[in-house]
């Protein structure tokens, strides 16, 4: 039964967030009021903060991101048929071999040109 | 019904009154751990009566008051909604994630059969893989919402970092499916009862020492511990994404890293050491190689079963600490590379000879 298998994990999931709840407020009922205009101030080690953070920065992370979103997804695909590989046998064998192959080469077309390499 | 829900009610307070105990006792293992292995004296003024082991009780009572009667602090520059949330979205995944790992087998009382796991998920593994990677959002939402220019290079380190390891977790994940034959992590606890040539308890380490290997390096990259810890590297980028968080916040986010390690160590121990099997031990009692057999009551046997998934998982907590405190830091370009030219070929060539050795020994 679906309701069996998910009714705890509804359950954890309100026990866990009251938790968090009661944390997150508890901070701020039982903690000190005390604001002050250097308190509030963006903390760069003392010095006068430069500026907002909201800016641009390095497009190798946009890149990993962008190369993780393939592979997760490819990786999803492994599942269903790591479940069914011992029905399926050499069949499963084979067609799963092309597939990875065709990954690796992603793999090894993106480490040529660069895309893993971090200066 | 109601005696239903009440049942699963106590275990998932017995789990999470477990788990954030623990997350404390760790944090004052670490310091005491941390001090052993390099050969210091550690915290030794929380004591009681000057008896210094007693400071655990101290340490674990004292801190969190300490962290929750502390200042609030939200930056000018922040958004105010998200500082707030990114916390909660930190801690909130790690803690349900627990609600699959299997800490015994089957509790009988009278007629009812309690399986002693909280929820009985048919595709458990992919749960926790799912809430495993939920905790990036809080890393990079904690970053971003600071406006901090350090918390934001901590975060986006963070994102880029855990999402690289996730795909090598992922693959030490399917070769253990293909092993088993099931998502269901009761199930794979189950399937490592039997013996190997009658006398070897059949662990899951036995069959994947590589996928052990890999989804050890990919667990303590995902918890961002050291040496992986890049997010957070006090040396460079003050504490990294949380370094606009003080009180409670901090706490939470402080906490999330215990219980990333225990989940980790408790995924191990489900999924390579056997989870709540004692070696020898049936529902029955113990049986021996040999002709050997203990009789045991059934309460005594359950009892034993989570006491030996308690100790395996508080044995791994143990070694992630003594890594982080014998290791140094990863620099950024050789954890990238760990993560995609090392471990991820690794995976996919491990599941290729899993999937290869099953055939060859299937007929």
């Known amino acids: 039964m679906l309701a069996d298998q998910y009714l705890p994990v509804l359950i954890m999931l309100l026990v866990a967030g009251a938790i968090v709840t009661i944390m997150v407020n508890a901070g701020r009922l039982l903690g000190p009021r005390n604001r002050t205009e250097t308190k509030l101030d963006t903390f760069e080690c003392g010095n006068e903060s430069s500026g907002s953070a909201w800016g641009r920065f390095s497009v190798k992370f946009y890149l990993t991101a962008i190369l993780f979103i393939v592979f997760d997804v490819e990786v999803v695909f492994m599942y269903p048929w790591a479940l069914v590989f011992r029905d399926l046998g050499w069949f499963a064998m084979s067609s799963m071999s092309i597939f990875i192959g065709v990954l690796a080469l992603g793999l090894v077309y993106e480490w040529r040109k660069g895309a893993l390499e971090w200066e | 019904m109601l005696i239903d829900v009440t049942i699963i009610v106590i275990k998932v307070l017995a789990v999470i009154g477990l788990v954030m105990p623990l997350a404390g006792i760790l944090g004052w293992i670490e310091r005491k751990g941390s001090a052993l292995i390099h050969d210091r004296v550690g915290a030794n003024r929380a004591s009681i009566l000057g008896f210094s082991g007693a400071g655990l009780v101290n340490t674990m009572v004292a801190d969190p008051i300490k962290f929750i009667t502390k200042e609030d602090i939200i930056p000018r520059g922040a958004d105010r909604l998200l500082h707030t949330l990114a916390p909660c979205i930190n801690l909130l995944p790690v803690l349900i994630a627990f609600a699959v790992l299997p800490f015994g087998d089957v509790l009988i009382v009278g007629d009812r059969e309690i399986n002693l796991q909280v929820a009985p998920l048919g595709v458990g593994v992919m749960y926790l893989l799912a809430m495993m990677s939920l905790g990036v959002y809080g890393v990079v939402l904690g970053g971003w919402a600071s406006n901090n220019r350090w918390a934001l290079l901590g975060g986006i380190r963070g994102s880029a970092q855990m999402i690289s390891y996730e795909l090598p977790m992922g693959l030490a994940i ?190």
């Open chain 2, 174 to 363: 399917v070769s253990m499916i293909l092993t088993y034959n099931t998502l269901d992590l009761q199930e794979m606890a189950r399937a490592q009862g039997e013996l190997l040539w009658g006398w070897l308890p059949a662990w899951g380490i036995l069959y994947q020492p590589v996928a052990f290997v890999i989804f050890l390096i990919a667990g303590i990259a995902e918890s961002k511990r050291i040496p992986f810890d890049l997010p957070e590297s006090e040396s460079e980028l003050i504490s990294g994404y949380f370094t606009e968080y003080s009180g409670v916040k901090h706490l939470m986010f402080f906490m999330t890293d215990f219980v990333e390690v225990i989940i980790v160590s408790g995924m191990i121990t489900t999924l390579f050491f056997g989870g709540w099997q004692v070696p020898y031990l049936s529902a029955t009692g113990f049986e021996f190689p040999g002709d050997t057999a203990i009789a045991l009551p059934h309460l005594l046997v359950v009892v034993l079963q989570i006491a030996a998934f308690t100790i395996k998982t508080v044995f791994f907590c143990w070694f992630q600490i003594m890594i982080r405190w014998t290791v140094p830091r990863f620099r950024y370009d050789q954890l990238m590379q760990l993560g995609w030219l090392g471990l991820l070929p690794l995976g996919f060539v491990n599941i290729i000879a899993t999937a290869l050795m099953i055939l060859a020994t299937q007929d």
